[in-house]
């Protein structure tokens, strides 16, 4: 292998793969690091992502075999058992196989002319006066140093290589556990509809999940910041009303554990010849842990940051800073409103939720929210659905039950 490449790529998930590909296209030399054997394995993730997001990052249509199910609408499961079911008048959201996502992108990147070496662990980066210059890579036991002009960082949440480079990882109390299943033999699920459960009971710091595959299998989880994800899930598969009945005679054939970062994005994702990309930026939706087209839009300014800096042969941070200027102007104010709303959402007790689900139902909002098209900028939908005064009068309810609540 010969050890320089224009770019270096840590991490073959979706955002280093996303990356890869753009600069290959541009006709650069990319080597791709992946420290485990195969891509996309194992699998953490539901994969529940926006049409319209894959749509805006030219990804649609995917094969048909990684789309497993799409959505027309969400069942909310209120902390005391009241659903609200929300209708769109079309599918705006899928599922897909994440395994088969992460090696679709992987592929065409390699067509595109990255190099992917599987198995090979970045253990650390390589400095030389104040710049990344390289990494020092282990395959099979094996260590050697290999250079590029950038390295691009996708290492995900563990976030390890970015601390090299003095960079701050995700806020810690930030993160919270999720666990995942995937189970068989599930009853009565409406197939087109994903269901979402709140209460501090099930999964406090965050909420819990039923997206179905088929009329029979679905992935259930939930993400928390207190307590044992494992428990909570048992907890949630046996004692939710609702839920445990559709799953009485389910067969789990697949588990997951790994953790979700729900600060916002990382204050600085660049320095000296190193961008940071995808969830080792925390470049996530604080409001529901979704960090697939947040991570491949930005994977894509990183790879056109990058590629200037290539030809402008100015790897400074000075120059790299616009890669952080350029996702803020695309997500800042969105993730700004989301960032709130997580923070809204973590104090409301249960009690409030309850209420304002009441009041979401009573409203019979169904008939506002079904035009809804864009979920990914959600600060911007919250505007939209603003002006609507049904919406508005839920919104207000919200905002002040987040006020009256006792800190
Ligand atoms: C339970 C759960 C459910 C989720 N559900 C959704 C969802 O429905 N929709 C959604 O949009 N998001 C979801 N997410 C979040 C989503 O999974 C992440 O945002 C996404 O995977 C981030 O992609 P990434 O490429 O940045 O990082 P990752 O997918 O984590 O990829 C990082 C890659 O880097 C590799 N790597 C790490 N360190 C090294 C190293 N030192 N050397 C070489 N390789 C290395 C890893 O092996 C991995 O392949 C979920 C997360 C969890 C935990």
């Known amino acids: 292998m010969e050890n320089f490449s224009d770019v270096i790529v840590i991490g073959g998930g979706p955002s280093g793969s996303f990356s890869a590909l753009n600069l290959s296209k541009k006709g650069f030399n990319v080597k791709v690091f992946e420290e485990h054997s195969e891509i996309g394995v194992p699998c953490h993730c539901a994969g529940h992502i926006s049409i319209n997001g894959l749509k805006g990052i030219g990804l649609y249509p995917l094969p048909e075999n990684i789309i497993e199910n799409t959505f027309v609408g969400a069942k909310v499961h209120s902390p005391s058992g009241a659903v609200w079911t929300v209708r769109l008048s079309k599918p705006i959201t899928c599922t897909v196989n994440r395994t088969l996502f992460d090696k679709h992108i992987a592929e065409i990147a390699q067509e595109a002319g990255a190099q992917y070496n599987l198995g090979t662990r970045v253990e650390s980066l390589v400095f030389s006066k104040g710049f990344v210059e390289g990494v020092v890579i282990n395959q099979h036991g094996k260590t050697s140093i290999f250079f590029g002009k950038i390295v691009l960082d996708a290492e995900g949440i563990s976030a390890r290589l970015l601390k090299q480079a003095l960079l701050s990882p995700p806020k810690s109390d930030k993160i919270v556990r999720g666990v995942q299943i995937e189970v068989e033999n599930v009853k009565d699920v409406e197939k087109d509809v994903v269901e979402v459960i709140l209460g501090r009971n099930y999964a406090p710091g965050f909420y819990a999940w039923l997206i179905p595959k088929s009329d029979m299998e679905a992935k259930v989880g939930l993400a928390a910041n207190t307590g044992n994800p494992r428990t909570l899930l048992q907890k949630l598969m046996c004692k939710h009303p609702a839920i445990s009945a559709k799953l009485q005679t389910a067969k789990i054939i697949r588990e997951s554990y790994h953790p979700i970062t729900l600060g916002g994005p990382i204050p600085k994702a660049y320095t000296n010849g190193f961008l940071v990309v995808g969830d080792a930026a925390s470049q996530v939706k604080p409001t529901t842990g979704g960090g697939i087209i947040l991570g491949l839009n930005c994977a894509k300014i990183a790879a056109d940051v990058a590629a200037e800096a290539i030809y402008q042969n100015n790897f400074s941070a000075d120059f790299l800073c616009s890669y952080q200027r350029s996702f803020m102007k695309m997500f800042g104010f969105d993730l700004k409103i989301m960032l709130k709303v997580r ?6 007790r249960d009690k409030k939720l309850d209420s304002i689900i009441s009041v979401c139902k009573k409203l019979q909002l169904n008939d506002v929210l079904k035009d809804l098209k864009e979920v990914d900028f959600q ?18 309810f919200f905002f002040l039950n987040y006020l009256l609540e006792k800190p």
Request: no cysteine; charged share 25%; hydrophobic share 45%.
């Open 343 to 348: 923070d809204m959402l973590d104090k409301l």
């Open 379 to 396: 600060g911007r939908t919250l505007l939209k659905l603003a002006q609507n005064s049904k919406t508005l009068m839920a919104l207000t």
